[in-house]
């Protein structure tokens, strides 16, 4: 049976984007049931132009007002599906948010996902970007996920092989762009005795021994792991809630192990990571920053002057002021190095 739920017209969606783009929906409706997506179904919303989903409003960007529908994704719970000795499988529903995913499962003493504390948004997105931060992607613990088709009405399941996972990709994110709406995702997590810490990305063993954790002698705890990202995370990356952004909008781009050596020659530190298929990864920050572009600003938005990765909006900057930044940062990059960056975070028409 099909559940009612309100349709709002010219919708103000400021307050639905960490960007804080000031842009409208031609409707909205805030979804907390698969019976109220249902409904809008039959309604035929879905039918002229795919509608856009949000969740938490992270890693977009709107460009323009939308001349659709909009679905905010508020489903909400929690079911243990299964667990042994050493894991426990836990799905939630899609419009939980992420970093209250982390905490809570640290909280049960439920590990994997602790270096992944403190991203934007919503359990939902997270296939869709493949979230990763220090060494850890969501893939190493993704069991499945369930969608609802747009078209048909039918809940399909997702497995980790259906998923196409690749860096901050997935099949979300190309053939079924726009098709459907992740209901809830499903995630195997350790169990004490069992966890595997990962501390050999980025600050984290530096933040650990600061923190007098290893120094002291004692083994790290995924909570210890967790205070620690987020100890990085905002020494480097600005509120939403006081300055507008959406946290890394570049992918680190892969480059042939070839290109890297030759630029070596010039840039002997460049810092780098292995990646699959022989690729070497190259921390867009630091080309970025190498590039003349960190703290730059152009009118209402930049280029953050503590983590050149996060282009930010200062007030009143529209999508196309920001596009207009990212390509002159591709452009800027690109000669420098011979390298193009490509944006991680979705721009929305």
């Not at 709002?8 to 409208?24: D, S």
């Not at 039918?47 to 709107?62: H, I, Q």
């Not at 810490?197 to 980025?202: D, I, N, S």
């Not at 809630?241 to 909008?249: K, R, T």
Request: aromatic share 8%; charged share 20%.
């Amino acid at each position: 049976m099909q559940t009612p739920v309100a349709v709002l017209n010219h919708y103000n969606l400021q307050p639905f984007n960490t960007f804080g783009i000031r842009a409208y929906a031609r409707q909205i409706a805030f979804v907390s049931s698969v019976p109220e997506l249902d409904y809008l179904r039959e309604l035929g919303l879905y039918e002229l132009e795919a509608p856009l989903v949000l969740g938490g409003g992270s890693n977009m960007l709107l460009m323009n007002d939308l001349d659709r529908l909009v679905i905010v994704n508020r489903l909400r719970g929690r079911t243990i599906v299964a667990e042994d000795s050493a894991t426990i499988t836990v799905r939630w529903a899609a419009g939980e948010v992420w970093h209250q995913v982390v905490m809570d499962s640290i909280a049960m003493s439920w590990g994997g996902i602790e270096n992944l504390a403190l991203i934007p948004g919503c359990i939902g997105a997270a296939p869709i970007q493949n979230i990763g931060a220090y060494g850890v992607e969501l893939k190493d613990v993704f069991v499945q996920a369930d969608a609802y088709d747009l078209r048909t009405g039918e809940i399909k399941t997702f497995s980790l092989t259906d998923c196409q996972f690749g860096y901050r990709e997935s099949i979300f994110k190309q053939a079924l762009k726009g098709k459907v709406l992740i209901t809830s995702v499903t995630l195997r997590l350790s169990k004490p005795g069992f966890h595997q810490l990962k501390l050999g990305y980025g600050a984290i063993q530096e933040t650990l021994e600061n923190n007098g954790v290893i120094v002291s002698g004692q083994l790290p705890t995924i909570n210890d792991v967790a205070k620690a990202v987020i100890s990085i995370r905002q020494s480097k990356l600005p509120d939403p809630a006081v300055v507008g952004n959406a946290g890394s909008f570049f992918k680190n781009p892969e480059i042939p192990q070839s290109q890297f050596e030759a630029l070596t020659h010039t840039y002997p530190t460049m810092p780098h990571y292995p990646a699959p298929h022989g690729l070497v990864k190259v921390p867009a920050g630091w080309l970025i920053e190498q590039a003349g572009m960190k703290g730059y600003r152009a009118r209402s938005c930049g280029v953050h002057d503590k983590q050149a990765l996060v282009l930010v909006n200062y007030g009143s900057a529209t999508g196309a002021e920001l596009i207009a930044l990212a390509e002159l940062v591709i452009d800027r990059v690109e000669a420098k190095f011979g390298i193009r960056l490509t944006p991680e975070v979705n721009w929305i028409s």
